[in-house]
């Protein structure tokens, strides 16, 4: 996968050209919405996540340190209270999957830009693993536990966008309808 790669093409990308891309499809949303929400970001703040993949070794090299992940079936895991299965740092083929990205993702915007609270907009499906994620935050020491003080992280689910076939939407697939165009349709309807 290119992106999670960081193919030398993908990180010529210009980041401004990519964040007036996204200001502008967040303005063409905000009138279909009800939304009274006003949020500015510097240059640096607008990223991709997967910009952050570079940082994945990192974010794996000081977790063993820590104590907070283990070997698992060869996989570099963080195992979180209340979660069946662990969170993958690092796959035991020795690549790196969202959780890492996302790890990397939110160390870097706690450390580098200073962030004060991070909030996650995505489908309700994706609710455990950053519960996972805000956890393994928690154990590495990045993020203040239950009733301490410093930068908060949460997430906010909208629901699921379901197919034609009543299956969810997957956006690896390819296969998905724009935002703009979900409001316009439910408008419709």
Same mark, same amino acid.
């Given at each position: 996968? +290119?992106?999670? #790669?960081?193919?030398?093409?993908?990180? /010529?990308?210009?980041?401004? $050209?990519?964040? !007036?891309? =996204?200001? *502008? @499809?967040?303005?063409?949303?905000?009138?279909?919405?009800?939304?009274?929400?006003?949020?500015?970001?510097? +240059?640096?703040? #607008?990223?991709?996540?997967?910009?952050? /993949?570079?940082?994945?070794? $990192?974010?794996? !090299?000081? =977790?063993? *340190? @820590?104590?907070?992940?283990?070997?698992?079936?060869?996989?570099?895991?963080?195992?979180?209270?209340?979660?069946?299965?662990?969170?993958?740092?690092?796959?035991?083929?020795?690549?790196?999957?969202? $959780?890492?990205?996302?790890? =990397?993702?939110?160390?870097?915007?706690?450390?580098?830009?200073?962030?004060?609270?991070?909030?996650?907009?995505?489908?309700?499906?994706?609710?455990?693993?950053?519960?996972?994620?805000?956890?393994?935050?928690?154990? $590495?020491?990045?993020?203040?536990?239950?009733?301490?003080?410093?930068?908060?992280?949460?997430?906010?689910?909208?629901?699921?966008?379901?197919?034609?076939?009543?299956?969810?939407?997957?956006?690896?697939?390819?296969?998905?309808?724009?935002?703009?165009?979900?409001?316009?349709?439910?408008?419709?309807?």
């Amino acid at each position: 996968m +290119p992106l999670a #790669a960081n193919a030398p093409d993908n990180r /010529a990308l210009p980041e401004r $050209a990519w964040a !007036a891309w =996204a200001s *502008a @499809q967040c303005r063409a949303v905000r009138p279909r919405t009800t939304c009274d929400v006003s949020v500015t970001l510097p +240059p640096a703040t #607008a990223d991709r996540s997967h910009t952050h /993949a570079p940082h994945a070794p $990192a974010v794996r !090299a000081c =977790a063993p *340190a @820590q104590g907070v992940a283990e070997i698992n079936d060869g996989a570099m895991c963080v195992f979180v209270d209340g979660h069946k299965i662990p969170l993958i740092i690092q796959k035991s083929d020795g690549g790196f999957g969202y $959780a890492s990205t996302d790890m =990397a993702a939110l160390k870097h915007r706690l450390t580098t830009e200073h962030a004060d609270w991070i909030i996650y907009v995505t489908d309700v499906g994706q609710s455990s693993h950053f519960e996972m994620v805000f956890a393994a935050a928690r154990k $590495a020491g990045w993020l203040a536990t239950d009733g301490g003080t410093g930068a908060r992280v949460s997430h906010v689910g909208f629901g699921l966008v379901l197919g034609e076939d009543g299956k969810r939407m997957k956006t690896r697939s390819g296969d998905t309808v724009r935002l703009v165009e979900l409001l316009d349709e439910a408008r419709a309807k």
